[in-house]
């Protein structure tokens, strides 16, 4: 007689003389099916249990969001604290000394992130920069109440207790400048062509000035309203003869943001870029490099030229 292998799945002998055993009684569907989607026993009770879980998830939700609006709510502070700082601040202009290009009352976007690279004030540029040093001697300074000191310190608000004031940047550092009576501003022996000038003004008339040569870290400014203008040429006589020391200035004006009809940005105009204008400027910039170029490659070139002939066989 041949003798089969059990399967894994063990059957129950029919042999004759064997009670059956009982079958297990069926819970679920009359069929025979058994749940499919292993979502839970058969003994869950319909309806409420599920819907009542899903009216706790809800509440417990509404009642997160409610204790995570404070935490919210700093770090938005916080975020509008470093922009403020590092980013963007909006100052207020107060006065007319730069119509037409900004009106009182305008609100202007100034860029604060690129000085924390080392990039100073170029030619042309409206700046914000801190009194230098008397400036605004003697000027109201308007009482803030308590919720434009809290604006003013998250940025939403330009800040009234600060003394600031904002001027076109004319001549950087190292550059030669000056202004006669009925004529143009010259940089560098170049006319500058001013269209920005308040209409009816002139360039210098009621405060002619140099020439003179601008000290490095100082900028030369002056207002676009020139006739209504207390700009570098009107403190020649303080500590620093007009000048404004580079790290006082707060950033460049790049955006008049307020009021909406006004929208408008603020570039450098084209006669700052007119060709030979940084000539005079740069010029021991650029013969220096290449008389050290020089210099060093005579050593070189010896060098060489004695290996050369040392390792030459003459004939």
């Known amino acids: 007689m ?23 009684p069926v819970t679920g569907d009359p069929d025979g099916e058994s749940p499919q989607d292993g979502s839970g026993s058969f003994d869950d009770p319909p309806g409420d249990a599920g819907d009542a879980g899903d009216d706790d998830r809800g509440k417990k939700k509404q009642r997160s969001f409610w204790k995570e609006l404070p935490l919210l709510v700093g770090i938005a502070l916080i975020l509008a604290l470093l922009i403020k700082t590092f ?19 305008d609100r202007v976007l100034v860029d604060k992130l690129t000085p924390w690279f080392g990039s100073e004030p170029e030619r042309g540029e409206v ?8 400036w605004l001697e003697g000027e109201p300074t308007p009482e803030p109440n308590v919720l434009q000191k809290f604006l003013s310190f998250i940025g939403l608000m330009p800040s009234a207790e600060e003394k600031d004031l904002i001027k076109r940047t004319i001549a950087i550092g190292g ?74 200035v707060v950033g460049r ?21 007119q060709p030979g204008l940084n000539a005079a ?33 003459p004939r």
């Open 2 to 24: 041949a003798v089969g292998a059990r399967s894994g799945h063990e059957q129950p002998d029919d042999r004759p003389g064997r009670p059956a055993e009982p079958s297990p």
């Open 87 to 105: 980013l963007v601040q909006a100052f207020s202009i107060p006065s007319d000394s730069m119509q037409n290009t900004l009106q009182r009352g």
């Open 127 to 134: 700046v914000v920069f801190h009194d230098p040093g008397g």
């Open 175 to 248: 550059d030669t400048i000056e202004c006669r009576k009925g004529g143009p501003v010259k940089i560098n022996g170049k006319a500058l062509d001013e269209p920005y000038i308040y209409p009816g003004n002139t360039a210098c008339d009621d405060q002619p000035f140099g020439p003179f040569k601008v000290p490095e870290d100082r900028i030369w400014v002056m207002g676009d309203h020139r006739q209504n203008s207390k700009d570098s040429r009107y403190h020649m006589e303080d500590v620093n003869e007009g000048f404004v020391p580079v790290d006082k």
């Open 253 to 273: 004006a790049v955006v008049v943001a307020w009021p909406v009809n006004r929208w408008a940005t603020l570039p450098v105009p084209s006669t700052f870029d």
């Open 281 to 313: 400027a740069s010029v021991a910039v650029s013969t220096a490099p290449l008389a050290m170029g020089a210099l060093g490659a005579v050593p070189i070139v010896l060098w060489r030229r004695k290996r050369l002939t040392a390792g030459s066989t």
